[in-house]
């Protein structure tokens, strides 16, 4: 079905807090040559003891709206991408709906972990494409932070939180979405998990700890075998060539991860961006904090060809090609 849907505007917001390699220095046993090398990360950001994804989201909206003066009170669909909810329920997406007074809309937080932002286009895309809605919401926001064990020094180098938002808006003559991809390996979910209820997985035990929990090197080699096939199954979906993006977005999990992909697709890393360096591994919100980079760079333009490709926890992976057309700011 050919698309019919458009992502119109974005924002985004970071907290203040800075958290360095420096810092990571004194909580555990690390040094910032070690995570540079395997991770390219040198800071990242943290939320506040009262700051939670809702209220980064806020921020992210807020942000979306004054930059390309939109009015949201007519927005008749918000998806929120997280996996650290203020709540079990009510949801993050209701909490907006409170928040800015949104009158008549449907609202729902999905969980697809770091393909979180990946699938909340999926869903739109698909949900104006029907004729079902025309203007959606769909915000990305964590604060791992909260989740993570700063005693494990192989997790706690990673996250960071932040929140993103784009406008995708019905647009019959310029729709952004040209090919998408999704796919799932539920049998890799228990190489990374954030425990709850459930205290086994498969017939395995789980920590009980309420931290998040990663096998970094299963999920290093899922990542690079996977997803470097699922970009190829994309791109002949578009009837395109590697040559022919100008721009790869991964989710930015781990710099070296990004690297290892980029070299078995044959794509050139000088035209990927990425988040992670000074933002750190912020799950669903990477991607759209690295599209904000590239534009505050100067790299990312209207007109441009992107590849977003999303991947995490579940393990979920979900991937699309996109013309890059944003509103006047």
């Not at 009158?103 to 949900?127: E, M, V, W």
């Not at 096939?229 to 022919?244: C, K, R, V």
């Amino acid at each position: 079905m050919q698309s019919k849907a458009r992502i119109t505007a974005i924002g985004t917001y970071v907290p203040e807090q800075v958290l360095t390699n420096a810092d990571l220095e004194q909580m555990v046993e690390t040094n910032d040559a070690w995570i540079v090398q395997r991770t390219g990360m040198k800071e990242r950001r943290m939320a506040g003891d009262h700051e939670y994804a809702s209220t980064l989201a806020y921020k992210a909206i807020e942000n979306l709206a004054e930059q390309y003066h939109k009015d949201i009170r007519d927005i008749d669909f918000i998806l929120v991408a997280t996996t650290t909810s203020d709540y079990t329920f009510p949801s993050v997406a209701c909490q907006i709906q409170q928040h800015f007074h949104i009158q008549q809309t449907g609202a729902i937080d999905l969980n697809a972990t770091c393909a979180g932002f990946t699938y909340g286009l999926h869903l739109a895309n698909g949900l104006i494409t029907s004729g079902l809605h025309r203007k959606i919401l769909v915000v990305a926001a964590e604060t791992l932070s909260k989740v993570t064990d700063y005693t494990d020094r192989t997790t706690c180098i990673l996250f960071g939180d932040g929140a993103a938002a784009v406008l995708v808006e019905r647009d019959e003559e310029r729709p952004s979405f040209i090919a998408s991809h999704i796919g799932t390996n539920g049998e890799g979910g228990q190489h990374v998990y954030l425990p709850k209820l459930s205290h086994t997985m498969f017939g395995n035990p789980l920590s009980t700890s309420g931290k998040i929990v990663q096998n970094g090197r299963e999920v290093y080699k899922w990542v690079t075998r996977t997803i470097p096939i699922a970009m190829n199954e994309l791109l002949q979906q578009a009837s395109l060539s590697m040559d022919e993006l100008d721009w790869f977005v991964p989710h930015s999990a781990n710099l070296r991860m990004i690297e290892s992909v980029c070299e078995k697709s044959e794509f050139p890393i000088e035209k990927t961006l990425t988040s992670a360096e000074y933002l750190g591994n912020t799950s669903a919100v990477s991607i759209p904090l690295a599209l904000q980079i590239g534009l505050n760079e100067g790299k990312l333009t209207n007109g441009d060809t992107l590849m977003l490709y999303g991947f995490g926890g579940g393990l979920t992976h979900a991937g699309h090609i996109i013309h890059w057309h944003l509103d006047e700011c």
